[in-house]
């Protein structure tokens, strides 16, 4: 049973910083492009970043880039959202999920994506 379990969410302030880990577990992570999306107070889910399965193949909503950083470590199962200059508008629940196929390049529909964890909120004060 694949299981995905995201931490590192919590209250800052606008400018400051938060790391999210995802734990992955049940299926053979280094195979599948990983993503983070988020999901704001009456909003859709939207994508936020994407990893391939290498780690080279990055991508990322214009909303987030220069701020966010997406990394993953496979031996440890583990994905991270480095996020940086956080903004009152970055507010919302986080979630990582995992591609249901195996492919190089990060796509950014959430219908791509099969198993998703629980969520994690994160609130930026201005």
């Known amino acids: 049973q694949v299981q995905l379990v995201e931490s590192g969410g919590g209250l800052v302030q606008a400018g400051g910083s938060l790391r999210l880990s995802c734990a992955a577990s049940?299926?053979?992570?280094?195979?599948?492009?990983m993503g983070w999306f988020r999901q704001g107070p009456g909003k859709e889910r939207e994508f936020v970043a994407g990893?391939?399965?290498?780690?080279?193949?990055?991508r990322y909503a214009d909303s987030v880039k220069g701020r966010f950083t997406i990394s993953r470590d496979n031996a440890k199962n583990t994905v991270f959202l480095q996020m940086d200059s956080l903004k009152p508008e970055d507010t919302a629940v986080y979630y990582c999920?995992?591609?249901?196929?195996?492919?190089?390049?990060?796509?950014?529909?959430?219908?791509?994506?099969?198993?998703w964890g629980q969520g994690t909120q994160v609130t930026v004060s201005s």
């Open positions: 990893i391939n399965w290498s780690g080279v193949g990055r």
């Open positions: 049940g299926r053979p992570f280094s195979n599948y492009v």
């Open positions: 999920a995992t591609d249901r196929q195996r492919r190089t390049v990060v796509v950014t529909a959430p219908s791509e994506y099969d198993y």
